[in-house]
């Protein structure tokens, strides 16, 4: 692994900080990132649901509106249909919620991994028709399901389209399609999760019919949605994010409480690692393995007991996940080993046991790991499903779609994709994926190196510096968690612990420790000594085991200085 140092704050930088009262080293990273002593920059680190962008020029949004408003006044039976994942079920929940609270009748469906997989599959139209609604609205899918809802319009079913994916250019057949990437759409704030727009049509419905309700406190499920999807946390998304975490805080959502209960999760100054690292992942995982109900059940339980066992049974999913996820990962390095592939421009891998539902995040550590895009196949039923990721600035879709001539399906978005393939066209498949991304990849990629965004300055106390980055919260695509350098540090003690881990503290020059944890990187507790000066890289965060003014230093890299 490689190692980057930056340079110490520069003279304008330390004036920034004098300027906003905040550390030295928070005054770099906001200059580094582009920041000044501007209205700019309090506003980023101070975001107002009042900032967010007017709705009015969202294309399709007032026809939504009136569709829904007018299934509601005459007890029309409505279908909400949403995908498997953290936007769709939070999504689902949102309206299935505001709905009643209106008065509406509204049947919760989630799409199955396993039983026509993503999105509005002939399966799931089935599954729709068979609960005889006349409107259908669907969330975190539909925008490319075109024969599907011509089917439903022909069994006199209408539909409002909710989604955020990549769209085609013909046109929906729908009486509704909210999504800001539609070309026609001048809604100018094009980030939105599903979470998002679902909220947006909330509060449009509440004007028409409930002025007095108070839709803030369906946040909490925009900011766990929001962060899940892992879009842009910039704009609308971070004001919208940032009250949802203080919405969650509150712990007034019974199954949000029962999670964070049996998870041993505090929700009291809750961050976005935790929803990102914590919660996300309990609420994905009974989709992962193809029962997603217990996920929506637990969001829109009113029952504590009730709340407790669903709680139970995320938890078990999300065990058995990390199980299925860690042999995966063993079995796909062997193969990457086996077949020489460690400096192949991308990594195509499959194997017939593999779990579809799992693949996608052990494609994710590959990418962390590699550097380069990877693919990584199961089998379910005799056809290969992957999961596909790369790393920042390469686009999978566009890759995917320069690997046309092997015969694959697929959808999903510049950064993470799912494809369908036969296993007979995997070899021809990746070959074509490889090559299209080795004509893209950019020089030196192939060597994923860990580069310090700043250097903790020597002046600042490192409790100070956590404090201040709480400032940036909530952290994630486009507003990642910043990489801190550290020089100047002694080992005080070392050890590997369980997994292969170190457990490191390290002593600054003023005395202050930093309390280190290196996941994988056990090996260097028998080459650290006692007072050997080191130089790390990683993230700093309070420490919650040891409480008080402790800091944890989530190490990525560590050097001898």
Known sequence: MGFMLPSAASESARRLASALRITTTFADLLERRGFGDDERTRSFLNPK????TLPTPMADRDAAIDRIVHAIRTSESMVLFGDYDC?????????????RALGGRVQPCIANRFQGGYGLSDIAV?????????????CDCGSSDHERLERLKKHGVDTVVIDHHLVPEERLPAVAFLNPRRPDCAFPYKHLASCGLALSLAAGLRAKLSPGLDVRQWLDLVA???????????????????????????????????????????????????????????????????HPQDALDLLLSTDAMQARGLAAKLEAARTERKRIQEQILLEAMKDIEENQWQKAPALVLARPSWHPG??????????????????????????????????????????????????ITFGGHHAAAGISIAPSAVSKFRDLFMAAAARVMPQGAMIPAVGAEVLLDDDDKATDVVNDLQWLEPCGASNEIPKIAVRGIQVVRSQEVRGGHLQVQLARPSGEVLYGFGPRMGDWARKLRAGMPVCATGTLRRDGFRGGDAVALGLLSLVED
């Open 49 to 52: 649901l009042g900032q967010l």
């Open 87 to 99: 936007d769709g079920i939070t999504s689902v929940t949102i309206l299935t919620e505001i709905i």
């Open 126 to 138: 089935d599954r729709v028709l068979s609960r005889t609604p006349s409107l259908l609205i669907t």
């Open 224 to 290: 766990v949605g929001t962060v899940a999807d892992m879009v842009p946390l910039d704009g609308d998304n971070r004001a919208l994010v940032r009250a949802g975490m203080r919405v969650l805080e509150q712990g007034n959502r019974i199954g949000f409480q029962a999670l964070a209960e049996l998870a041993r999760i505090s929700l009291a100054n809750i961050t976005s690692e935790t929803l990102s690292f914590d919660v996300a992942p309990r609420i994905n995982a009974p989709g992962r393995l193809g």
């Open 358 to 407: 799992v693949v996608g995040i052990v494609a994710s550590q590959l990418v962390e790991q590699f550097g380069r895009p990877a693919v990584v196949i199961g089998f379910d039923a005799g056809v290969g499903r992957g999961s596909v990721r790369g790393p920042e600035g390469i686009s999978v879709f566009e890759l995917l779609a320069a690997s046309q001539d092997a015969p």
